[in-house]
């Protein structure tokens, strides 16, 4: 059997940064709130002319560009995003029009939230391995991460729109006979009680600080307390599973990449299980919480840092809205 390997990585970072301190004038809260409750810092929004579309599309040519291949090789492409600028055609087949990737590769996007890059990587996995998707001429897939939250924020309210961000991220994977690979996928229908959001219409020319035609109609909504709940006992069980399905312990693997929502989540479970701040990448801090796109942008990260080298081991565990949750063993 073989499994998937990231050979590449690729990030649009949206032109806007807003500093808590930026937000402190549009909202009753303030810089140390935020910084303490959450560890955020900093956060981007799109501009005029960025969307999760062309976002996606910048973070997957980088990706092309930093692993030298070309869109040709490509053989399907899975965008994970819970607010696109359309539903069909899919962002994916768009992403495919905007890089020319125009021979037949398999697209098409999914929602599961903040746990949306890791159900992408276990259908890419499943798919590669028996042989639906790509093949010896395009041995590689796109998986890419993008969001635009900020369509779907209220900023009069401080309890979420201190949280999120925009952003994308791309990964190109292809099997490789070394690799190993082991992903976890999980759901449980609770929007009701721990995350709802009404969709309506998102007006796509909508921008930081919001102005939209019909604010009733787009708001994400939380239960803040309840999801923090939820998270870290769903972080604490895949690190469970990701060590009894791999046989690595985390004390031994590398590094622990969780979504990044909240610094106090990932805190709480690293205490709990003991482990040193090193293992636990984090970059929300810049960012704030960018859902789907917020697991590969930090590995794009670790991997401009060089933390990735060949032989690196490392889990990665998302949670979210819906309520879904997942977790995925990759090796470098
Ligand atoms: N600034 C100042 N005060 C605030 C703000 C703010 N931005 N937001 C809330 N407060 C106030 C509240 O009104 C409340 O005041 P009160 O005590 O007078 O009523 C007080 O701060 C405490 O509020 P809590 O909601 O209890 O604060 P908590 O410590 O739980 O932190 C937070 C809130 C940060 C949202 C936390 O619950 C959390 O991180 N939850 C998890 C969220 C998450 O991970 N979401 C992502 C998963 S889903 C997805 O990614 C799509």
């Given at each position: 059997m073989s499994f998937i390997k990231i050979i590449g990585m690729g990030k649009a970072v949206p032109s806007i940064r807003v500093r808590n301190q930026d937000l402190e004038k549009t909202v009753e809260t303030s810089d140390a709130w935020i910084r303490s409750r959450t560890g955020i810092k900093a956060r981007h929004f799109c501009g005029k002319g960025e969307s999760a579309l062309s976002l996606a599309a910048a973070a997957a040519e980088n990706a092309l560009r930093s692993s030298a291949?070309?869109?040709?090789?490509?053989g399907l492409v899975i965008t994970a995003c819970?607010?696109?600028?359309?539903?069909?055609?899919s962002m994916a087949c768009l992403v495919e029009e905007k890089l020319g990737i125009c021979h037949g590769a398999a697209a098409f996007d999914i929602n599961a939230a903040c746990s949306g890059f890791i159900y992408s990587l276990q259908i890419a996995q499943a798919l590669m391995e028996n042989g639906s998707a790509c093949d010896q001429a395009h041995p590689y897939a796109l998986l890419i991460g993008t969001e635009q939250l900020s369509r779907m924020l209220?900023?009069?309210?401080r309890s979420t729109c201190v949280l999120f961000g925009d952003g994308a991220a791309a990964a190109l994977v292809r099997l490789d006979d070394e690799a190993v690979f082991f992903s976890h996928t999980a759901a449980r229908g609770d929007a009701g009680k721990l995350f709802a959001q009404t969709i309506g219409p998102n007006d796509?020319?909508?921008?930081y600080p919001a102005a939209r035609?019909?604010?009733?109609?787009s708001w994400l909504k939380m239960d803040g307390p309840g999801v923090f709940r939820f998270a870290v006992t769903a972080l604490e069980e895949e690190i469970r599973l990701l060590e009894e399905k791999s046989g690595v312990g985390a004390g031994d693997i590398d590094y622990i990449v969780c979504h990044q929502a909240n610094a106090r989540i990932i805190e709480h479970v690293r205490k709990r299980r003991g482990l040193?701040?090193?293992?636990f990448f984090m970059n929300l801090q810049e960012y704030g919480n960018t859902s789907g796109a917020s697991i590969p942008l930090a590995l794009c990260e670790m991997m401009e840092k060089g933390?990735?080298?060949?032989?690196r081991r490392i889990f990665c565990i998302g949670f979210g809205a819906g309520l879904t949750w997942a977790g995925a063993y990759l090796t470098f």
């Open positions: 291949v070309i869109p040709a090789q490509v819970v607010n696109p600028d359309c539903f069909v055609p209220n900023f009069k309210d796509m020319n909508a921008h035609t019909d604010p009733a109609a040193p701040k090193e293992k933390m990735l080298q060949s032989g």
